[in-house]
Structures are given as structure tokens and as C-alpha cells.
């Protein structure tokens, strides 16, 4: 280019260059040539002494899809959008599926067989999609987790693959012992292995910043795991710990569920005795109130009436925002 | 004031006369807009969320705005024949460059300057209605002064995609500059693959050429810290100050070729 | 090294066989000269015409002096200095062809911004700005955006622009193109208030009666080859070769009396008459001959080759 441009430059029969404004090619070729040398420095300067905190990983990175590399600058924008994406989801699909069920649809828990038309299908790929445009995205762990491993219809009851997305931010931040802690909670709450989630409280609890009780927690759990006293004193301590309101929520449903349970308890004995003392199984709760054994309706931590079905048994209403209480754990034993 | 200095200023008040800043008002909306309807979508991320959208909408307004403005620079001067008329003033061709250069830059830095205003503004409106969960599930501050960082290298990585518009204008049309300067804009983003090429080919050729390139070619991604800034971590002063001085060198490189060229062109 | 060392300061304008090749053609590009070998040299104090039809070299040639454009080969000198030098331009006023300036700032603006290139001060600014504006007639408009100026308007803005720095050599390009007769009386009034002031105007132009009435020299330009130059009434070729006389109310008995007396005879409308007499008879004579019997003179005047006839004409000798 600058040679052809060079080109019209001649020498006049005085021996001086007509382009007297322009600078000799000489200088700006010296010039460039020194630029690009402190370019160069400093860039191996850069590289060397200077690395900037990695915030991908960058085997991921290479095997990652060409569309993921088109975002170049706007990752953490597109990480946003989708973490966007799949709250909405994963909110429209519960709401649908609620409305489904109070409109009287089947709502049983999907057999392996047979799937439900409604279902959370498209969650873990959109959380996926999220963490790997953005791998520091601490809240899509945490929540995306939380969903995932709850049982249907409240959420798809995949904890399998709650634990691979925990397992996943563990990878980019290695120094995040709340993701152990949560992969431990999945074991204990969803899986009802108490020596993995012990394994998991107890790895947490090595990572430097931990706090004191999750290494009590670990021991609970291989003391006591599955029985009501252990879940309380987990979801307790997950209330107390909790990041944020969601969290926070979720905790305190939790013990909702685990007071509902007791409470379901100490109805069904009322309700069996009785059934002994008047020799009729009671369907309703009128004749227990006139029976004197009751105030009045009972109702579960939400508001919610208790259920009395025809061979009496004391159920949750399905419309209680509790519904379904979780499958009791086994304790821990050989069994699990 | 030198003569570069009345052809920047000139610069400036042909991008505000024509209507350029208009994009921030764009930005506000945007940015007011998300402020109010990511708190009903998201989950305690609202903060985190308009950081990111900030930050991003700062780079492809910057980027529009350097590169369509940049390579119209001089060409316009030359397609209107101004340049017949300012060339017969008592100057040379590089202050026409350089001049024309600063001039872009001092309109870049005004609506850099004024949309982190306004990005800061509603970050702490949104920080202000925050409540106590979602303070403390926060892993920077809202108000943080890193960004700042972030933004200070956005803006050197501009003055840099600048340069680089200006110097193909100086001897290509307007649609085949802005051709080639989005393709070193995409080039520098991944030029940090090139340098890890030889862990993925084995020719030796291929690993000299790519070495090469990556050493040539204007490298972008460096200045590119936004997720760093926002995830809270740390981006060193002595990491700012290379990166700011490889961006100075590399504008001094575009900047004394497109002279080189620019003063020996023939306006025919 | 030792610059022009034949040259001495006295002329404004020098050139020595300053010579323009373009290369043309996508392919295979082949050199088409522009301008070939022109010498000129043009004295301090002159009003220059130079002259030509277009597309003859005009252009090339003061491009070629701005340094728009390089010589292939050749030298030049403004006011005594090189091409190119700063120190020149300082002291030069330039109109191009066809002006365009940037149409998103006002006259006063653009007179500021060109002001402050040449290193005036604020107060000096406002100074000449005020006082040229209201010298090429548009002081009212100079808040307006030169946008919604009309060709004319910018060729005045143009023409005060180039007189900011007070020049000792104006160069202007076409100067009377693109103006209403108005337009052209003025900046014939401003050329000569120029001379008067002690400045060089060198002009190209390609109708000859703006020479005419302005120029004390002239060169001539063909096909990018000088053909003549120096004073307008030395060249033999364009001086007046007849007149040209328009009468009114005229009786055509009258008229066919004349006979041979007119060259030519054309009917313009009623009464009307256009006649063209030869150089030998004086038209004074004939102007009161026919104003005795009742005709009115409409208009008398000189008639002379066209320059592109003298172009034909001297392209056709071979020279």
C-alpha cells in the first residue's frame, strides 16, 4: 500500500522532494517498527506478570459452541437473559401445572413410564446454558439447585441433576463450600443417603471460610439421618443462614412442612381413638368438634384445612401452598 | 489553541450537531426500563443484572459510535471536497488526523462520562428499595468503584477501535472500512487464541504465524473486564496501567501509519 | 541544499515544467497527462486570468500548487517558498471550485474555525469575520446554518473564508461560477479592491469576459499545454473581430438598406434586429445613422472568438 503510494514521489532536477509536508517513508517505517516492539513488550509484560482473575474455564471454553463465542464481549448479558428465562419457565410451569391440578387433573408424581404433558423439561438446559455463559453466576447454583431437585408437580424431581449443576459451580469456584453444603442437603432431603450428604457437609466444611456447623451437621446427619429432629435442625440452620428471601422461603417451608407432619401425627392419633371410643371411622371433622376432641377444623402452618379421607385418614389439603408434604425420610439405617 | 486542537473541536461539534449523543438517550431508557421490570423477573439479581446490561450497552453504543463515525472521519472530508479548502490553512495532514482522531475520542469520552452517571443513578435507586436478603446474597458492593475500572478500560479499548476506523478510512471506502474494522474488532477479541494455538496444532508453521498475528494485531480482549468487575474480583493497578499503555502504543501505531498514508494521498 | 537558486522573490506564482501524470484505468492503469511542462510565472501584484475550457488542466494545476495533489515531475513556488510549506499557506487565500463547507456550522462559526487555524485571536477573529462578512453581503445571514445556503451564498462565504488571513496571494477557482450578475459585479468589485490593496489574484476561469474586465495577464491552457500567455490585448487572436449591434423600432426598409455594410443580418422580432458589423467600420457611426432615422439602440457589443474557438483553432495549427 505505502509503496504504491510511494510511488508518485520523484526526485526533481534540484534533488528535492516535492512532498516537503509529507515525512520521509524512512522515519515512519523506523517508527512503526519501534511501536510495535513496545506493543509486543508490552504484552508478553501483560501475559506474564499481570493475569487477570480467569472467569471462564478455559477447557470449556474451546469445546464450547460456536454460537457461545459469537457473544464475545455480551456473555454475562446473555447469562442474565437466560437466568431470566428460566425463573419464567420454571414459574409458568408451576402455575400451569397448579391450575391444572385444581381444575382436578392427575397430578401424580410421574411414574418412569409414563411422563406428564406438563413438565420441566427445559430447565436444567436453560440453568445450563446460564452457568456456562457465565460461570460465576453464584445465584442460578444455588436456586436452579433448589428447583431441580423438588419433587413433582412442585418442580421436575430430578436431584440427579441438581447435584450435576452444584458439581458445576464447585468446578468454577472451587472455595464455594455453600454449593458442598447444598449438594449434601439434595443427598440427605430428596436421595435420603445420609453418609453422601455427610460426605458433602464434611467436605464444605474443610473449605476455608466454612462455618462451625457444618461440621455438626455432618455428625447429626451420621447420627440421626432421616429422622425429623436431624431435617429440623438442618432446615433450621438453613434458615439462618439464608443468602436471600427466596432461600429464606424455601427454608421456612420446609419446617412448615416438617410442623405439618407433626401435626398430621397427633391428628391421626385423635382421629384413631376416636374411631376406637365410638366404634365409627369419622369422614368429617363436625362430629369430632360436637365429640368435644376438637376447637375447631384444624388447619396446617399455612391456613390451609386438613383433609379427612373415607377410610380416616388425616391428609394435606392439595390446595395447601404446602402440598405435597416431602416422602418421610427413612432413618438412617442399612436399609438406605 | 494549535491547529489539532481546533480540528478536534470542530470534530466534536459535528458529532453533537449531528444529533450523535441522541444515543444516550437510548441508554437512560434502557437502563430505567430494566431498573423497573428485572425487580418483578428476577431473583435478588437485579443489581448484578443492570451492571451487566450497563456495561454491555456502553460497549456496542461506544463501538457503534467509533466505528460508523470513525470511518466517515476523513472520507466525508474528501467526498465533500472540505478537504481541498482545510488543506489550503496553514496546516499538515497528520494534525488533519490526529486532530479529526481527538476530536472522535472527546465525543467518545463525553458519552462514556455521562452514561456511567446514569448507570451509577440507577444503581442506586434499585440499591435503594434493595431489601436485607438481597443486600447480603450481593457479592460487590452496588455502588462499586471497580466498575469504574471496567468502564476506564472500555474506553481505552474504544479510543483503540477508533484508531483503527480512522486509519482504514484514510485509504478505503466507508463500507469497506467498517467491514475491516469489525473484522479486527472480532480478530482482537480472540486473538487470546491464537496464542494457545500451539497446544491445539501441532505444525510449526501455523504456531509461528498464529504467534505472530497475536502479537500484531490489535488485542481487545485484555480490556475487556466487565465480568471480572462485576463478580467483585480483583483487577490490579499494575494490570491497568499495562493494558492502558499497550492501548497508547497502539494507537500511536494506527495513528502514524493512517498519517503516513493520509499525507501522501492524492485528492484528485 | 540549495532550493531554487534562479529564483527570485519577486513573483508570486513560478512554475518550471511542472508536469501532472494520472494513472486511469481499473486493470491496467496507464498514465494520462494532465499538464505537461507548464512554466508560468506570475508577478506580485497582478490580477492573473488563467484560462481554458474545461477540463483543459485548470484544476490540476492549482491542486498541483496546494499540494492536493503531487507532480510527477516539475517544481513550483508559492511567494517564494516551496510547495507544501506551512510558511506559504500562511500568507495564501484559497477558493475552491464549487465550495462546500461543513454545512452543520453557521458562516460565523466556520469563519471563527478557520481563523483560529491561521493563529488569530479571539478579538482579531471577530474582527475580520465581521468585517468580510458584511464585505461579501451576507453580514445578516451569518448566524445561519451554512446548509440552508443557497450556491451563490457559499460561493460569498467562500470568497470571505479565503480572505482571513489578510493573503498576499488569493487563488480562486472559478470564482464567477455558480453567481447571478449581481454576484459577478460584486466579487469583480472585490478582485479589484484586492489589487488595489497590493495582492496577488490568480483566477481560473473559463469565460473569457471575466479576463477581460479584470486581468492585466492571462495564460491559456489546452489540453493541459500552455498555448499563450502574458497581456490580453497582445494576443492578436482574441481580439475583437466586430460588433455585434441590437437595434429596436427599426423600419426593414431601413435595415435592407445597410446591404453589405453588416456581415450579418438576423430578425429578432417585430422592428427587432440583431446585426453584426465588421471590425473595418466604426459602429459609432452607423449607431447615429440609425438613431437619425427613428431606431432606438438596444445594445452594443464587442464580438470576439470564443476560447474554445481559439483552442480549435490553435490545436488545428499543430502548436
Redesign the interface.
Known amino acids: 500500500?505505502?509503496s504504491r503510494?510511494?510511488g508518485?514521489?520523484?526526485k526533481?532536477?534540484?534533488?528535492?522532494d516535492?512532498?516537503?509536508?509529507?515525512?520521509s517513508?524512512v522515519v515512519?517505517l523506523l517508527?512503526?517498527t519501534v511501536?510495535?516492539a513496545?506493543?509486543?513488550g508490552?504484552?508478553v509484560?501483560?501475559?506474564t506478570?499481570?493475569p487477570?482473575?480467569a472467569?471462564t474455564e478455559e477447557s470449556l471454553y474451546?469445546t464450547r459452541q460456536a454460537a457461545n463465542?459469537i457473544a464475545?464481549?455480551?456473555?454475562?448479558?446473555g447469562?442474565?437473559l437466560y437466568?431470566?428465562r428460566a425463573?419464567?419457565y420454571y414459574g409458568s410451569r408451576k402455575r400451569e401445572i397448579d391450575a391444572a391440578s385444581l381444575a382436578g387433573a392427575k397430578t401424580a408424581a410421574p411414574s418412569p413410564g409414563s411422563r406428564p404433558a406438563l413438565n420441566y423439561d427445559l430447565l436444567y438446559p436453560l440453568l445450563d446454558i446460564t452457568t456456562t455463559l457465565?460461570p460465576?453466576f453464584?445465584?442460578a447454583y444455588r436456586?436452579g439447585s433448589i428447583f431441580l431437585a423438588e419433587p413433582y408437580p412442585a418442580g421436575p424431581g430430578r436431584p440427579d441433576l441438581a447435584i450435576a449443576l452444584l458439581e458445576k459451580g464447585a468446578q468454577a469456584m472451587p472455595g464455594k463450600w455453600e454449593y458442598m453444603e447444598d449438594i449434601g442437603f439434595v443427598y440427605y432431603w430428596n436421595l435420603h443417603n445420609y453418609p453422601m450428604a455427610a460426605a458433602y457437609f464434611n467436605r464444605g466444611a474443610d473449605l476455608p471460610g466454612a462455618p462451625w456447623w457444618l461440621r455438626s451437621l455432618a455428625a447429626t446427619t451420621l447420627a440421626k439421618g432421616g429422622q425429623r429432629s436431624a431435617s429440623r435442625l438442618l432446615w433450621g440452620q438453613m434458615l439462618e443462614s439464608?443468602?436471600?428471601?427466596?432461600?429464606?422461603e424455601a427454608a421456612g417451608r420446609r419446617l412448615q412442612q416438617l410442623d405439618a407432619l407433626d401435626q398430621i401425627e397427633q391428628l391421626q392419633r385423635l382421629v384413631d381413638a376416636v374411631a376406637a371410643r365410638t366404634g365409627t371411622v369419622p369422614t368429617t371433622w363436625p362430629p369430632l368438634i360436637k365429640a368435644g376432641a376438637l376447637r375447631g377444623t384444624p388447619v396446617d402452618p399455612r391456613g390451609a384445612p386438613y383433609e379427612l379421607s373415607a377410610s380416616g385418614q388425616v391428609k394435606l389439603s392439595p390446595q395447601s401452598p404446602l402440598f405435597p408434604l416431602p416422602v418421610e425420610p427413612t432413618p438412617y439405617g442399612p436399609t438406605s | 489553541m494549535t491547529s489539532l486542537g481546533w480540528i478536534a473541536v470542530n470534530g466534536f461539534r459535528e458529532s453533537v450537531r449531528d444529533k450523535v449523543l441522541y444515543n444516550l438517550v437510548a441508554f437512560a431508557i434502557l437502563l430505567m426500563g430494566a431498573s423497573l421490570v428485572l425487580g418483578q423477573l428476577t431473583a435478588g439479581q437485579d443489581l448484578k443484572i443492570i451492571k451487566d446490561l450497563g456495561l454491555s450497552a456502553m460497549s456496542i453504543f461506544g463501538l457503534f459510535i467509533a466505528v460508523f463515525i470513525g470511518i466517515g472521519l476523513v472520507f466525508k472530508e474528501v467526498e465533500r471536497r472540505s478537504i481541498y479548502n482545510l488543506l489550503s490553512k496553514p496546516i499538515r495532514r497528520h494534525e488533519v488526523v490526529v486532530g479529526k482522531y481527538a476530536g472522535l475520542v472527546l465525543t467518545l469520552t463525553v458519552n462514556i462520562v455521562i452514561m456511567t452517571v446514569a448507570l451509577y443513578a440507577v444503581l442506586a435507586y434499585v440499591a435503594w428499595g434493595e431489601n436485607e436478603f438481597a443486600r447480603q446474597a450481593r457479592e460487590t458492593p452496588a455502588l462499586d468503584p471497580a466498575l469504574l475500572k471496567a468502564i476506564a478500560l472500555l474506553l481505552v479499548q474504544l479510543m483503540v477501535v477508533t484508531a483503527i476506523a480512522l486509519f482504514f478510512s484514510t485509504f478505503s471506502t466507508p463500507i469497506l472500512s467498517a467491514a475491516l474494522t469489525f473484522g479486527v474488532y472480532v480478530a482482537g477479541y480472540f486473538s487470546a487464541d491464537l496464542r494457545n494455538i500451539d497446544q491445539v496444532v501441532d505444525s510449526r508453521l501455523t504456531q509461528t504465524l498464529a504467534r505472530g498475528l497475536y502479537y500484531t494485531l490489535p488485542n481487545l480482549a485484555p480490556f475487556d473486564v466487565a465480568s471480572q468487575a462485576v463478580h467483585g474480583l480483583p483487577i490490579t493497578a499494575g494490570y491497568m496501567a499495562v493494558t492502558i499503555a499497550y492501548a497508547i502504543v497502539y494507537i500511536a501505531i494506527l495513528l502514524v501509519a493512517g498519517s503516513a498514508v493520509f499525507s501522501r494521498r492524492e485528492f484528485k | 541544499m540549495v532550493a531554487f537558486p534562479l529564483v527570485t522573490v519577486a513573483f508570486a506564482i513560478e512554475t518550471v515544467d511542472l508536469t501532472k501524470d494520472y494513472s486511469v484505468g481499473f486493470w491496467r492503469k496507464r498514465p494520462r497527462r494532465a499538464l505537461d511542462r507548464l512554466s508560468l510565472q506570475v508577478e506580485r501584484g497582478e490580477v492573473f486570468g488563467f484560462l481554458g475550457p474545461n477540463g483543459a488542466g485548470k484544476t490540476t494545476t492549482l491542486k498541483l500548487l496546494l499540494q492536493l495533489v503531487f507532480p510527477t515531475a516539475g517544481r513550483a513556488q508559492l511567494l517564494g517558498c516551496p510547495l507544501g510549506d506551512p510558511a506559504a499557506k500562511r500568507r495564501l487565500g484559497y477558493l475552491p471550485e464549487q465550495p462546500y463547507f461543513y454545512d452543520y456550522l453557521s458562516a460565523e462559526e466556520l469563519m471563527d474555525y478557520f481563523g483560529g487555524l491561521f493563529g488569530l485571536g479571539l478579538s482579531e477573529r471577530r474582527r475580520r469575520t465581521n468585517a468580510l462578512l458584511d464585505e461579501v453581503g451576507i453580514g445578516a445571514e451569518r448566524r445561519l446554518q451554512l446548509r440552508k445556503f443557497s450556491k451563490g451564498m457559499l460561493q460569498r462565504v467562500g470568497i470571505a473564508q479565503a480572505l482571513l488571513n489578510e493573503p498576499e496571494l488569493v487563488i480562486l477557482d472559478e470564482p464567477m461560477s455558480g453567481l447571478d450578475p449581481l454576484g459577478r459585479r460584486d466579487v469583480r468589485g472585490l478582485i479589484l479592491r484586492l489589487r488595489d490593496r497590493g495582492c496577488t489574484v490568480f483566477f481560473s476561469s473559463h469565460v473569457l469576459s471575466d479576463a477581460e474586465t479584470l486581468c492585466s495577464k492571462v495564460a491559456i491552457l489546452a489540453k493541459g499545454c500552455l498555448v499563450a500567455s502574458g497581456r490580453l490585448s497582445d494576443m492578436l487572436a482574441l481580439q475583437v473581430r466586430g460588433w455585434e449591434l441590437v437595434v429596436a423600432d427599426t423600419p426593414d426598409a431601413l435595415v435592407a438598406a445597410l446591404g453589405t455594410r453588416a456581415t450579418r443580418v438576423v430578425r429578432i422580432g417585430e422592428g427587432r434586429f440583431s446585426l453584426e458589423l465588421p471590425l473595418g467600420a466604426p459602429p459609432e457611426r452607423m449607431v447615429a445613422e440609425l438613431a437619425a432615422a427613428g431606431a432606438k439602440l438596444v445594445s452594443l457589443t464587442p464580438l470576439h472568438e470564443t476560447l474554445e474557438d481559439f483552442f480549435v483553432q490553435r490545436v488545428g495549427e499543430g502548436t
Not at chain 1, 72 to 77: A, D, E, G, N
Not at chain 1, 242 to 248: C, I, K, P, Q, S
Open positions: 500500500m505505502l503510494l510511494n508518485g514521489t520523484r526533481t532536477s534540484g534533488g528535492r516535492l512532498r516537503s509536508t509529507s515525512v517513508s515512519v517508527s512503526l511501536l510495535f513496545a506493543a509486543i508490552l504484552q509484560v501483560r501475559d506478570r499481570y487477570l482473575p472467569t474451546l463465542r464475545f464481549s455480551f456473555r454475562p448479558l447469562a442474565d437466568w431470566i425463573i419464567q457465565d460465576r453464584n445465584i436456586f439464608a443468602a436471600d428471601e427466596r432461600a429464606r
